[in-house]
């Protein structure tokens, strides 16, 4: 039934854009629709790699339904540790064993090593979907009963607890210093981008070679500066692609590549780094407080790893 009315939905979109031109709407099942409007929006911005694309995931050809619906919620995926930077109840849900949080002199500690697990970027699979599709259905607290008829998901389960948390956290008011945006269509993610950074910018990923949880070793040599001007956005678990992208103003943040070496000497990752110099405005009951044994302030920068699953943006 969900697939039914989003086809219908499609198939109203497609014939109203041939009639008006829209480039974007009448290829959206041509499989190049998204990349006329990457390159269109970020004409120096080569096109993302396979495993930015995976994270992405934008409906495109006969795949356009394959991540939406409540299948498209991935309820089993552990090793996750985001919290919210702001005053409100957030839950924690981690993997035991796994490094989280850092400070950032770690990355220039000779001999540093850190346990972690990449999941495959596919790991969520919701599929982002064309902006006149998206706007269509409702994203709000308010219209939850709505939403959850719509796509067929039971009130009371596991699965509309996360889309209930999901819209919560985007709705959510930003902490000082701090510009976030929920984005469920590429347009809207990449105009969001454009509006803070400029059209000149490039994407960054986590990329590890397998899922295994191991130790690595930092390869400080090779340690690189993304730069102090970013936006972060991660994929949150939703019936349909939505990402929660925040940037913080001034230089409160940095962001780094980090190259990888796992115990075994062969398993290899590039890993995007960001670290917090000042944390005066965040939620005293965050994950990281707890890990670090620190408190709020400006004089440890907070870092941490982005999962596979979340990009960064810089200008170039």
């Known amino acids: ?7 219908c939905l499609l198939s109203i979109f497609y014939v109203a854009s041939v009639v008006v031109g829209i ?15 990457w ?25 356009i339904y394959a991540g939406i619906g409540k299948d498209a919620v991935n309820l089993t995926t552990t090793a996750c540790y985001r919290t919210t930077y702001a005053a409100i109840e957030a839950e924690i849900n981690m993997e035991p ?3 989280t949080y850092f400070q950032g002199k770690d990355l220039q500690h000779l001999g540093k090593t850190v346990t972690l697990r990449f999941l495959k970027p596919t790991s969520n699979k919701a ?29 009371k389960s596991a699965v509309a607890e996360v889309m209930k948390r999901t819209i919560k956290q985007c709705e959510a008011p930003a902490i000082k210093g701090e510009d976030k945006f929920c984005a469920t269509s590429l347009e809207s993610l990449i105009d969001f981008t454009v509006s803070k950074l400029g059209k000149y910018v490039q994407v960054y990923s986590t990329e590890g070679e397998n899922e295994n949880k191991q ?15 970013s ?7 939703y019936v349909y692609g939505v990402f929660y992208c925040h940037k ?49 302030g400006n004089t440890i920068p907070v870092c941490h790893f982005l999962h596979t699953t979340s990009l960064l943006w810089a200008p170039m």
Not at 127 to 155: D, H, M
Not at 215 to 229: A, F, H, P, R
């Open 1 to 7: 039934m969900t697939q039914f009315r989003l086809l």
């Open 23 to 37: 480039g974007y709407a009448n290829k959206v099942n041509d499989g190049k629709s998204w990349m006329s409007y």
């Open 39 to 63: 390159n269109s929006a970020l004409p120096r911005s080569s096109l993302p790699s396979k495993a930015v694309q995976q994270v992405l995931n934008p409906a495109e050809g006969e795949k």
């Open 97 to 99: 064993g796994l490094t």
């Open 127 to 155: 599929t982002l979907l064309p902006r006149q599709v998206a706007k269509s259905i409702p994203f709000s607290s308010s219209k939850l009963p709505e939403i959850l008829t719509y796509f067929g998901v039971k009130p």
């Open 215 to 229: 130790q690595y070793s930092i390869e400080i040599t090779g340690v690189q500066s993304i730069g102090d001007k």
């Open 231 to 237: 936006i972060v956005c991660h994929k949150e678990k």
């Open 248 to 296: 913080f103003y001034g230089t409160t943040t940095r962001a780094y590549m980090v190259p990888l070496v796992g115990a075994d000497g062969v398993t290899k990752a590039k890993a995007v780094a960001v670290c917090h110099i000042d944390t005066t405005a965040w939620n005293p009951k965050h994950l990281a407080f707890q890990v670090l044994k620190i408190k709020p």
